[in-house]
């Protein structure tokens, strides 16, 4: 268990540096959301700023992010 915490975590520093060294990488936006993931409370803005300030289809999944990040924390109605 304590194996797959470390790999994980390391898993996100490599992907929080290639975000950061290419910051409108849609791609890398991604899999950097999908590994921070909205269960784990993780902000879109991490991820996606200068994509979605870069293009129209960053600013669309900074947009389904949010979404996504808000309908797990379980404040809209059913």
């Not at 992907?15 to 936006?29: F, H, I, M, V, W």
Request: net charge positive.
């Amino acid at each position: 268990m304590q194996g797959d915490l470390e790999r994980r975590k390391k898993e996100l520093i490599v992907l929080r540096q290639s975000l950061k060294q290419d910051p409108t990488n849609l791609a890398l936006a991604d899999r950097y959301w999908s590994a921070i993931g909205s269960h784990s409370g993780g902000d879109p803005r991490d991820a996606y700023r200068d994509a979605a300030l870069a293009s129209s289809a960053g600013a669309a999944a900074f947009a389904r992010a949010y979404r996504e990040l808000w309908l797990c924390s379980g404040c809209y109605a059913k």
